[in-house]
């Protein structure tokens, strides 16, 4: 079984701040790692990804990820946010040997960059 | 264009009557999803389909069924709606094995 957690439901910074979002994953084995953002009314879309390699992956719009293997851990950070990151994030886990393609979201982290 | 095109985007239904919710992809990708979204509980999947009449049960099926006839096409049906399905609902497709989910705009269902 595969679990995903955000343990931060909301985060204020101001533009121009760095944020950074935590997420923590419990799975016996190989997996593949997201991130998602939410704007608004409107559907998910992608951000980033880590399966191996450099556990450093960037993304678009200036986000990078860093994964944890020893601390079971996604966190999404950006250096410098801007006032159209307000959003909610979604960390999102599918273990390799989940059946098909599943893919496990946590309850996401809102983020509200104040002027 | 990749997309993942929902309609309706906006439905509100009598308890017990039957709801369609139409999704397309133009994508040809192999794998689409039923989501919903409720506050507090982030997205639980409701049904996956693999391809053509390839579908299986997500988390939380129970009340919805889906129709895959086309691999551009999934449909997520509610038999006789509750109040308890009000929610929003998300189509989404990858490629067999991707790890990046393309998802539609949603639509928001009421149940009244």
């Known amino acids: 079984t595969q679990t995903v957690s955000q343990s931060d439901a909301h985060v204020t910074v101001f533009e121009g701040d760095s944020v950074e979002l935590r997420c923590n994953y419990s799975?016996?084995?190989?997996?593949?790692l997201s991130w998602y953002i939410q704007h608004h009314g409107r559907g998910l879309q992608f951000l980033l990804k880590?399966?191996?390699?450099?556990?450093v992956v960037q993304g678009v719009n200036g986000f990078e990820a860093e994964f944890s293997k020893s601390d079971s851990s996604f966190h999404l950070r950006k250096a410098s946010v801007h006032w159209s990151d307000s959003a909610v994030y979604f960390c999102?886990?599918?273990?390799?040997?989940?059946?098909?393609?599943?893919?496990?979201f946590g309850i996401g982290t809102r983020v509200l960059v104040r002027p | 264009d990749m997309k993942v095109t929902q309609m309706p985007r906006y439905l509100i239904k009598r308890m017990g009557e039957n709801v369609l919710l139409e999704c397309g992809q133009d994508?040809?990708?192999?794998?689409m999803y039923w989501y919903r979204q409720d506050p507090g509980l982030g997205l639980q999947l409701i049904y996956i389909?693999?391809?053509?009449?390839?579908?299986s049960e997500g988390d939380i099926p129970k009340g919805y069924r889906v129709s895959r006839k086309k691999r551009e096409h999934f449909s997520l049906i509610l038999d006789s709606a509750k109040t308890n399905q009000t929610s929003v609902y998300f189509c989404?497709?990858?490629?067999?094995?991707?790890?990046?989910?393309?998802f539609g705009k949603g639509t928001r269902l009421t149940v009244v």
């Open positions: 989404a497709s990858s490629l067999q094995g991707g790890t990046e989910v393309f």
């Open positions: 799975y016996g084995g190989s997996i593949y």
């Open positions: 880590y399966y191996s390699g450099n556990p």
């Open positions: 999102a886990v599918r273990g390799t040997n989940s059946a098909g393609n599943k893919l496990t």
């Open positions: 994508m040809s990708h192999e794998t």
């Open positions: 389909s693999y391809d053509v009449d390839s579908n």
